[in-house]
């Protein structure tokens, strides 16, 4: 490769009708590229050609092999051709180029810095969740542990949406398909979704819910609503199925069922900026209490070149954008301006986070929607005694809990903050003798509100304190015959070895202490 590149050819781009690919192609024998070919339009086929090799290709390139000067070939992977197993097994090979070796050498280190932070592998030690090829490809197990994690998540953000009058909501799993052909995501989204499910009894067609917003706009539908009715906000943690290809699934962070921190706030077109500013007020505030520190704000428009991909009116398109660059400005926040990026039925900003290694993701996001209240034909009754569109606004803080819990994971190394993590404590015995009074200290940190796991096994206490280290519990605290005698624990700090004796109640406080700084509230006992 680098003996190529050492050639500095150019990269030459070539328009080519499907018969001359097709011959081309033929000729030399490469059938999976005649495949290829055979399935694509006339007029939209190119080639790329550097020196005497010429290849099928899409592009773009870079012009010229000139600036590579450092290649490294990462990995290889069997794979099915076309991702189908029936078909023959290929060779998938992955590498990257870089202009110079020092950031070949940056980004390797940087991988290996993401392998030790692989949510899967954090998942397992940490005993949060499994998958289960019986169960399913790309449907999360949550362990007891993992489902302690999500319900502190959820009660975290119900306590937050309590304060800003959201009402809590539950909907099916499954809706009518016409549901979804009316809110236009089954014209959009259909081929990605669980295929319908026919009940020959009575005729319907039924499918595993893939959003929860068109459920909400009939739970908006199910009584008349007044101008005094509004801002209604409904929040539900909505469970959703998508179908997607198993060759695309990754650990939690691309999974076929995950469920929503999902809301819909139905509002006023003149009280949008207030509520859009109060749901940033809430994504902040969380970003605050898990150390979200570096973020960019998105703000996602419709491609102006490309409005097919879009429902609505160019009227309310320009309502919709307008009042999100306004609220981003009201907030001093610098937003990011992207054409192409919003969704198919309206514009939405989108929060940016980069987590400890640099890596760049998408988290909190909120969309203005003037297009499903019109479908669904959605009205409130004026002060005007007339009837009046309400505007629609979605937002989900986490996204989903499986990839907030996935990004979570690998952004802390699995070192969850003191508020959040299941076990903040393991007591660990020196011995059996000393069983009793471990489940006294816990018994007495639980009525203090801490959570404490006892560790039991008949070890030594070398390797309680390993294996505890490796399911990075916060706090170890050793338990032996003068602890118990002067009812006391001894405290080791996960990574950074012994923090001395003191009382089960100021160890207690510690704790307490130390997660009302983080969330700036009294942790519930």
Not at 167 to 189: C, D, E, F, M, R
Not at 234 to 255: I, K, M, N, P
Not at 517 to 524: F, I, P, R, V, W
Request: aromatic letters at 10%.
């Amino acid at each position: 490769m680098l003996e190529l590149a050492q050639r500095k050819e150019e990269i030459r781009r070539a328009d080519i009708s499907k018969q001359d690919a097709l011959k081309m192609f033929g000729d030399r024998g490469e059938v999976y590229k005649c495949e290829l070919i055979s399935e694509l339009e006339d007029g939209h086929i190119t080639t790329y050609t550097q020196g005497a090799f010429t290849d099928l290709c899409r592009g773009p390139h870079i012009p010229t092999t000139a600036p590579i000067k450092a290649v490294k070939v990462t990995s290889l992977a069997g794979a099915y051709w076309r991702g189908d197993e029936k078909r023959q097994q290929l060779v998938r090979v992955y590498g990257v180029t870089f202009p110079k070796k020092k950031m070949l050498d940056e980004y390797l280190a940087l991988l290996e810095e993401a392998k030790k932070r692989d949510h899967r592998l954090l998942g397992k030690e940490m005993e949060l969740f499994a998958f289960s090829h019986t169960v399913g490809a790309g449907l999360p197990l949550w362990l007891p542990k993992g489902a302690a994690l999500r319900d502190r998540l959820e009660q975290f953000l119900r306590k937050i949406q309590k304060r800003y009058g959201y009402l809590q909501v539950i909907t099916p799993h499954i809706g009518n398909k016409a549901l979804y052909v009316t809110s236009g995501h089954w014209a959009k989204y259909g081929k990605d979704s669980f295929q319908p499910i026919h009940t020959p009894q009575e005729g319907e067609e039924y499918m595993l819910k893939p959003m929860n917003c068109p459920h909400h706009c009939e739970i908006y539908k199910a009584m008349p609503r007044s101008y005094r009715d509004l801002p209604l906000r409904f929040a539900e943690f909505g469970t959703v199925y998508r179908y997607e290809q198993s060759g695309e699934l990754h650990g939690l962070t691309r999974v076929r069922g995950f469920t929503q921190d999902d809301a819909h706030l139905f509002c006023a077109p003149e009280q949008i900026k207030d509520e859009f500013l109060k749901v940033m007020d809430i994504i902040l505030y969380i970003f605050k209490a898990l150390d979200f520190k570096n973020f960019e704000v998105q703000i996602s428009l419709r491609d102006p070149k490309n409005k097919e991909k879009y429902i609505g009116s160019d009227e309310n398109w320009h309502l919709a954008e307008n009042a999100i660059i306004e609220a981003c400005a009201e907030k001093g926040l610098k937003a990011r301006q992207v054409e192409g990026e919003a969704a198919f039925y309206g514009p939405k900003l989108d929060f940016m986070v980069k987590d400890a290694i640099g890596r760049r993701w998408q988290l909190g996001t909120i969309q203005v929607d003037y297009n499903l209240p019109e479908r669904f034909g959605l009205e409130y009754t004026g002060a005007d005694n007339q009837k009046h569109r309400p505007v629609m606004i979605h937002r989900a803080p986490f996204g989903s809990m499986e990839r907030f819990v996935a990004v979570l994971l690998e952004h802390t190394a699995g070192k969850l903050p003191l508020w959040l993590i299941p076990d903040q404590c393991a007591i660990l015995p020196i011995s059996e003798k000393f069983n009793d009074y471990a489940r006294r200290v816990a018994a007495e940190l639980d009525a203090a509100g801490v959570r404490a796991t006892v560790d039991e096994r008949n070890e030594k206490i070398g390797k309680k304190i390993r294996d505890n280290e490796l399911k990075k519990i916060p706090y170890m605290l050793i338990v032996g015959e003068k602890e118990a005698e002067n009812g006391e624990v001894s405290v080791r700090r996960q990574g950074e070895g012994d923090k001395g004796v003191m009382s089960v109640a100021d160890f207690a406080r510690l704790i307490n202490d130390a997660v009302a700084a983080q969330t700036g509230e009294k942790q519930d006992a």
